[in-house]
């Protein structure tokens, strides 16, 4: 953003710019003294200004001085002004979206790039960054921290942007990626979930011989967030015992028996997924299978650049998807499992076009395992 300073022309400041020498009505001689033995530093640094006194005043010259200190002069003769406007490469901060939340997965790439599943807060719960060499990824000190050295679990702060997909969950570029703790993570059953004076508390543990031992006990404040998969959120009223679960947590540990530390996102799972939050292997090749059927037929096979068995599969839920169906057959499907609450399967591919149009997803049926069409890209 612009940064704009006006400073009103007086006898002193003509002394700093000849850009008002002839400006009528407003010159007034005066008499200083070169002080050369003064040094004028700008950020700590000595500079060549040397500063006149006139009645006991300091005066420099404003050309030079607003170069040193990174500012553009304009002379404004009509309005008898200086204008000082802030260098800068940019001339509009880019509008990045923001959020602070864990990594469920991350992957490389074919094309070097990491793929970044993020969920948590922010300008969106849920989404898909792409990390790359143009992305600034730091600790929490400052200090550079390696893209490869990510992992699920780890605490983020990010800026993504500005231009993401309209698929769902939405991909974007990660402009910045800030590193913080890397917590536990715990994928089990809830044991008992209950509201204590501090928050709410959740046990986890094992049952044998009809009796139940709690293993660990995730204590929860106001920090805590409780979200879906897919970034809903969740009311803690809702939690059952049974309930299947993600827990972000940690890392560390009281030596209590069970032993307990602080929870930091507690993620639901759907009951059409795995203790893992995701298909299984089996059923999401079969769906990779699919889905290279279709861009076979499409003929976008000499554009991507995924293995065809690394493809990302997903699970989403059908009411917020907008999906490119080419057949009425298809949109009357779609608007059938969206009003029955439904779910989809997604297949995404990385292409040579990511750049200008983003990548390429393939969607089905979750049930019947039926094309419906393409998310659009950008």
Known sequence: MKKKMIVLLTAAGLLGTTAAAGANGIVEKVSGFWHKEV????????TSLTPVYIDGKAYIPVRDAAAGLGYNVQYDAKN??????????????ADYMRGTGVIVDVVKTDNGQYRIEYLGLGSNAWVILFADDKTVIKDQDGKNFAAKDLKAGTQITV???PIMTMSFPGQSHAASITVGAERLIKEDVIQSVQHTEDGWQVQFGE???????PTLTLNAGKETAVLTS????????????GTKVRAYYGPFMTKSLPPQSPLFYLVVLSDLQTAEGKMSAEAAQQYRELAWQ?????????HITTNKDEAAVEIVAAKDAFVMGSTDEQKRLLANIQAAGGN??????????????GPLTVVFDFDSKAFLGYYPRK
């Open 39 to 46: 040094k004028v530093l700008i950020n700590g640094e000595s």
């Open 80 to 93: 008898k002004e200086i204008e000082l406007n802030a260098i800068s490469d940019n001339e509009e901060e």
């Open 159 to 161: 800026e993504y942007g």
């Open 207 to 213: 049952t044998k011989d009809g009796i139940a031992t």
């Open 230 to 241: 897919q970034g809903e959120s969740v009311k803690w009223e809702d939690l059952k015992d």
């Open 294 to 302: 279709q861009v076979t037929a499409a003929d976008q096979v000499s």
């Open 344 to 357: 989809l399967v997604t297949v995404t591919y990385n292409t040579d076009q990511d750049a200008l149009i």
